[in-house]
T-cell receptor, first 113, second 116 residues
């Protein structure tokens, strides 16, 4: 079993839809949970990070963490074609960004105009 | 967010040669830099962690004599792939931490290495 599981997709939705992206993990030591966006042949760009369980909102993006279920989600409201990219979840232990990150495979998201 | 650059963005080399990849944090001092490798349709996999002035810490299964990492300053880390083979062909990405948000890690644009 991989440490972090993420459905690679592709996930195709119409413009304006609410998008739900998810990851599950097995390592209970993870405390920081990040979402990155990666365009083809580019480095990942940090979208949001969350510490422990709970929700965090930033504009159209909402991150949720449920440590009891080892399940994290990223919601995108009012999705735009420019949101089309690969979304990677990443996790780390108590050191947060000071530690190496464990990534999911990434979900390829396509927003249809 | 902070800016991290990598050079070169892509490189083709012959089997048996060595290739050096540079990673620079342009607008902050990175106390820690990380090197990842990403194969097509796979996750980014952490290869090693380097702290300025210290020896790098390698992940299990990564050959430290093959992937030489130097972190000589707070803004520059280098990865040298020695005696490259076709199976080393991959997308190598660095990231830098310890910047304005100590919990955050900023990624470079990546270097695509093709070994023929």
């Amino acid at each position: 079993q991989k440490e972090v599981e993420q459905d690679p997709g592709p996930l195709s939705v119409p413009e304006g839809a609410i998008v739900s992206l998810n990851c599950t993990y097995s390592n209970s030591a993870f405390q920081y949970f990040m979402w990155y966006r990666q365009y083809s042949r580019k480095g990942p760009e940090l979208l949001m990070y969350t510490y422990s369980s709970g929700n965090k909102e930033d504009g159209r993006f909402t991150a949720q963490v449920d440590k009891s279920s080892k399940y994290i989600s990223l919601f995108i409201r009012d999705s735009q074609p420019s949101d089309s990219a690969t979304y990677l979840c990443a996790m780390s232990g108590a050191g947060g960004g000071a530690d190496g990150l464990t990534f999911g495979k990434g979900t390829h998201l396509i927003i249809q105009p | 967010g902070a800016v991290v650059s990598q050079h070169p963005s892509w490189v083709i080399c012959k089997s048996g040669t060595s290739v050096k990849i540079e990673c620079r944090s342009l607008d902050f001092q990175a106390t820690t830099m990380f090197w990842y490798r990403q194969f097509p349709k796979q996750s980014l996999m952490l290869m090693a962690t380097s702290n300025e002035g210290s020896k790098a810490t390698y992940e299990q299964g990564v050959e430290k004599d093959k992937f030489l990492i130097n972190h000589a300053s707070l803004t520059l880390s280098t990865l040298t792939v020695t005696s490259a083979h076709p199976e080393d062909s991959s997308f190598y990405i660095c990231s830098a931490g310890g910047g304005q948000g100590a919990l955050e890690q900023y990624f470079g644009p990546g270097t695509r290495l093709t070994v023929t």
